[in-house]
Nanobody
Framework: VQLQASGGGLVQAGGFLRLPCTNS????????LSWFRQAPGKEREYVAS????????SYADAVKGRFTISKDGAWRAVWLQMNSLKPEDTAVYYC???????????????????WGRGTLVTVSS
């Protein structure tokens, strides 16, 4: 598994971005793919996740109703659609998957085995 997040950039408050997370390695055999973010000086925090079997989605309260996570049918790419962006959404965004052996606690970064290189999202006020 080789993850790569992209699509970040500078956007004004109220704007939108769509972040893809692609896998250039062997197909996902994971239970969950999630997005996390880390703002300067803060800990990495959970943003959203999608289950590989049920396609059930989950969101942090801070982004619920504004962000949408989705995946393609082949499970080789996952997207994070971010609408109504706020300055507090500014962070480096990372995608991550578990090892496929143990279902993770989706909120805990340490439960994920593979991480993509992050992409910086900056929201100006």
């Amino acid at each position: 598994v080789q993850l790569q997040a992209s699509g970040g950039g500078l956007v004004q408050a109220g704007g939108f971005l769509r972040l893809p997370c692609t896998n250039s390695g062997r197909p996902f055999g994971s239970y969950v793919l999630s997005w996390f973010r880390q703002a300067p000086g803060k800990e990495r925090e959970y943003v959203a996740s999608i289950d590989s079997i049920s396609s059930r989605t989950s969101y942090a309260d801070a982004v619920k109703g504004r962000f949408t996570i989705s995946k393609d049918g082949a499970w080789r790419a996952v997207w994070l659609q971010m609408n109504s962006l706020k300055p507090e959404d500014t962070a480096v965004y990372y995608c991550a998957v578990d090892n496929g052996m143990t279902r993770p606690n989706i909120f805990r970064p340490q439960d994920y085995a593979h991480w993509g290189r992050g992409t910086l999202v900056t929201v100006s006020s």
